[in-house]
């Protein structure tokens, strides 16, 4: 789903000091990202996504009195609008499998630059999973394996070959724009793709179907 510019950003974070850093890193971009709230603990993210309903939740994991994992779940089933991202120091291969699972719409480490902070965030404006591709690499490896179930093939004949080929691609963590190129259609036509390749796939988002491709075979996990 596009979102228009500056996304409404609530920043999540149980120290101050990064709470802080962020928002002074935000009041750079102001025709990227609009702050419009923070939140020290998961309870808290709740009360303020439910005031704010912002375009953009920068969730940490681990914080007091509830995990930003348990928070994301309960989010995306009461604001299936709002993107959520983990922005974590935890590189553990379960938090990033549970994260997926629970829908967030990306995953990244607090060692990222600031530049590709934003890039990743104007991402997520196009609809795109915001996810470094060494990242992206990484979860295609945690969340391979595993037999293919029937439905699951069932799922996978209701694509045609063209979204099978913009899925393969989506799965490398490929943009939009960069799609779009290599199969040189717009990228109106990519964004249709992905709509249509989500709703066959009964998943929420591109990172949801990038697990699917690897599991079915269409594509094999990769190191950038």
């Known amino acids: 789903m596009d979102r228009p510019l500056p996304l409404s950003v609530l920043i999540v974070d149980d120290h101050r000091l990064f709470r802080q850093g962020l928002a002074g890193l935000m009041s750079t971009r102001p ?61 553990e291969d379960e938090h990033l499998r549970q994260a997926v699972r629970l829908g967030a719409a990306g995953y990244l480490l607090k060692d990222l630059d600031a530049r590709e902070l934003f890039d990743l965030i104007a991402g997520i404006a196009r609809g795109e999973a915001a996810m470094t591709r060494a990242m992206a690499g990484r979860l295609l490896k945690v969340l391979a394996g595993g037999p293919a179930q029937n439905d699951e093939k069932a799922l996978l004949a209701e ?66």
């Open 31 to 91: 025709d990227l990202v609009r702050l419009v709230g923070e939140a020290a603990t998961a309870r808290e993210a709740m009360s303020r996504a439910r005031e704010l309903r912002p375009d953009l939740i920068l969730m940490d994991i681990s914080m007091p009195g509830g995990s930003g994992l348990e928070a994301t779940a309960a989010l995306r089933t009461e604001l299936p609008d709002t993107a959520v991202v983990m922005l974590t120091s935890s590189d």
């Open 159 to 224: 694509l045609t070959e063209r979204e099978i080929e913009v899925l393969q691609l989506v799965a490398r963590g490929v943009s939009n724009a960069e799609i779009a190129e290599a199969l040189v259609v717009t990228v109106n036509t990519v964004k249709t793709h992905i709509r249509n390749i989500l709703e066959k796939l009964q998943v929420e988002n591109r990172t949801q179907a990038a697990t699917f491709a690897v599991q079915q075979g269409l594509i094999t996990p990769f190191d950038e």
